[in-house]
């Protein structure tokens, strides 16, 4: 700690730190960035020099073994996870990890021992559930779950009663990437898993996040484990979620879209910027500000529509999205969730998404790679949900 602040670390100086991790961090007004770490000593180093971050290095034991950094962010490949938090741990670091949190069984077990046995906080950055948008969506959906309104005009047969399978919810997570953007790191079986385990993951811990305390006890899976697939996950009391993933899409248009049905009412995400509801009486459609918009003068009334113009007067005269020199970010809730695990470790309170949420996205990931591979429906057991170790 440096007054009253908590000392950082990052290790992995590339595109996804670029891009929130120093921004997050520097904006956090309880965190010092002390350290930026990456295996290529000129990509921290350019890093340090953009971000204003004092101590760039290639060897993160620099990092693990100040007495004065309090918390570490992980934002490597995936398979480095494992060896830095048993270090960081080791060293009473907190610990601020990408997803996935591993690749394997095993790997996620060491990691929930090593943060239990050195009694430090582990919070895996599975983001979506920290967005506002989800956080609306969710309050809208618990009400309609629990205490349904219903429209005036709405039909109703009244010959027979409402089936079980019709108090039923479904979440339908509507993906669309453009596959050609990905490098091998991604889909390598070592150090990326392919795009179940990279990235279906995020969606998996949003279904169960949103159906809490349910549990999930059954998954479906088709397609390709690294590239377009599909998962169908079922909770305890009936409810679903479904993952549409495909990698034959553009960046012209927004990636991600969600569609939750409950009750005689569909709750609609539209890219984390806006929330329509059918259905409801009196539940009023909202609105969501982006985390970054370098083009504010453009759709100031926010949503869906108003981001579309955003990204297209973004793309113009722009020969690669990449070098775009105006930024569009919408809000996934990456600095909510970093904000609320500072929160966590300075106020000892449960980190917003500690090492089961981590291990049982990585847990179901697996099993829809099996489902795949298999042709077969998996069952979630609930031994596996709740890992008993010997610490
Ligand atoms: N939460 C999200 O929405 C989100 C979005 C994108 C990426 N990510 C995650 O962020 C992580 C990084 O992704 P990226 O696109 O920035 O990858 P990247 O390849 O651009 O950067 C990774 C960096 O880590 C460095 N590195 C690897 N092993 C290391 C080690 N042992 N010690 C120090 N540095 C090491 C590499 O040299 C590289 O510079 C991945 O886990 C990815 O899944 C998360």
């Not at 399978?165 to 889909?187: A, C, G, T």
């Not at 070592?190 to 809490?212: K, N, P, Q, R, V």
């Not at 377009?228 to 079922?234: A, E, Q, T, V, W």
């Not at 609320?340 to 099993?367: M, N, Q, R």
Request: aromatic content about 8%; some cysteine; glycine content about 6%.
């Amino acid at each position: 700690m440096r007054d009253g602040k908590l000392v950082v670390g990052i290790i992995g100086c590339g595109a996804f730190a670029w891009a929130q991790d120093f921004r997050n961090f520097a904006n956090n007004p309880h965190c010092i960035s002390k350290y930026c770490c990456d295996l290529s000593l000129e990509r921290a180093q350019a890093a340090a020099e953009h971000f204003n971050v004092p101590h760039p290095t290639n060897n993160m034991y620099d990092l693990i073994n100040d007495p004065e950094v309090d918390l570490i962010k992980i934002s490597t490949s995936h398979e480095a996870h494992l060896p830095i938090i048993e270090a960081a741990a080791a060293k009473g670091k907190h610990i601020f990890c990408e997803k996935p949190m591993a690749l394997k069984e095993m790997e996620a077990m060491a990691i929930i021992r090593a943060v239990r046995k050195h009694k430090v906080k582990l919070c895996v950055d599975m983001n979506r559930r920290m967005a506002p948008s989800m956080q609306a969506l969710r309050q809208v959906w618990l009400q309609q779950r629990h205490n349904p309104k219903h429209q005036p005009w709405r039909f109703v047969e009244l010959q027979r009663k409402q089936l079980a399978e019709e108090k039923q919810s479904n979440f339908l997570m509507s993906i669309q990437d453009e596959s050609s953007s990905y490098r091998p790191v991604h889909l390598d079986p070592f150090h990326g898993g392919g795009e179940i385990l990279g990235e279906s993951t995020h969606w998996l811990d949003l279904a169960c996040w949103m159906y809490a305390p349910q549990k999930p006890v059954e998954i479906l899976a088709w397609g390709s484990p690294r590239l377009s697939h599909g998962i169908h996950l079922k909770f305890e009391q009936g409810d679903s979620a479904t993952i549409v993933f495909s990698c034959t899409g553009t960046f012209d248009f927004p990636k991600e879209a969600f569609q939750m049905s409950v009750n005689a009412s569909l709750l609609c995400n539209n890219f984390f910027v806006e929330n329509k509801y059918y259905g409801i009486p009196g539940v009023k459609d909202e609105v969501f500000p982006l985390q970054v918009d370098d083009l504010p003068e453009i759709g100031p009334e926010g949503g869906f529509e108003a981001f579309l113009a955003k990204s297209k007067a973004q793309r113009e005269g722009c020969d690669n999205l990449k070098h775009a020199k105006k930024q569009l970010l919408v809000d996934k809730g990456h600095s909510n969730m970093l904000n609320g695990f500072v929160d966590a470790i300075l106020h000892d309170k449960p980190s917003p998404c500690d090492e089961i949420a981590g291990w049982t996205a990585v847990y179901l990931a697996l099993l829809a790679i099996q489902s795949i591979e298999l042709r077969q429906t998996m069952p979630v057991l609930a031994h596996k949900l709740e890992p008993c170790l010997h610490i």
